[in-house]
Nanobody, 126 residues
């Protein structure tokens, strides 16, 4: 059974930092691209970042580029999202995702990711 378990969410003031973690089990972690999506109230779930194992490439949404950093520890089957310079518009539920066979044109698509975590709430106060 595949499980993606997020942790590290919480409340922080504008300009603050948080680090999200996602521990994976039930998958061959090295074979999967690992990433994050988020969803704010009344909005569509949107792509945040992904770390493709192939070539160790990372991709970010324009809205978080330069502020968020995704990393992975294959020995621990864990992916992280370091979030700095947080803004109120970053407030959302953040979901960990895992997928295979991603290509550049699909990395931002929800349908490209087979496995999803339950989500962790991040709230940024102004």
């Amino acid at each position: 059974q595949v499980q993606l378990v997020e942790s590290g969410g919480g409340m922080v003031q504008t300009g603050g930092s948080l680090r999200l973690s996602c521990a994976a089990s039930g998958i061959t972690f090295n074979s999967y691209a690992m990433g994050w999506f988020r969803q704010s109230p009344g909005k569509e779930r949107e792509f945040v970042a992904v770390f493709r194992w192939s070539g160790s490439r990372t991709y970010y949404a324009d809205s978080v580029k330069g502020r968020f950093t995704i990393s992975r520890d294959n020995a621990k089957s864990t992916v992280y999202l370091q979030m700095d310079s947080l803004k109120p518009e970053d407030t959302a539920v953040y979901y960990c995702v895992a997928g295979t066979g991603l290509i550049s044109s699909t990395i931002g698509s929800r349908a490209a990711y087979k496995h999803w975590g339950q989500g962790t709430q991040v709230t940024v106060s102004s």
